[in-house]
């Protein structure tokens, strides 16, 4: 299961890199902090019903200048427990995100104030 995930990340990573112009290490990872331009687009632009995918939300940001940055943080193993998302989980986001990149994204924003990208 490791090593799916592992293989997926990369390959997100990838379309980010290649897309959206930016290099993000794991564009699976829930936690975001962002700026109050960002937060207002998000605010008037994401549809009420998405719970999201991270990785949308990031490339639809890189996608339309918005400067994204990432702090490391170093994650030990997990010491019990089992992961919330199974191998089921892992294939439907990984399809979901195809199904993204072959037809569009599910919202928009408006382009970074100040830029014309």
Known sequence: ????????????????????????????SGFRAIRRPLLDAFAADFPAHYLGDTFEAVLVAARRGYRLGEIPVEMRERQGGRPSADLYALVQSMLRACTILLTGTTFDLPHRPGTSR
């Open 1 to 28: 299961m490791r090593s799916v995930r592992m293989l997926c990340v990369r390959l997100l990573r990838l379309v980010i890199r290649v897309s959206g112009g930016v290099r993000i290490s794991d564009p699976t």
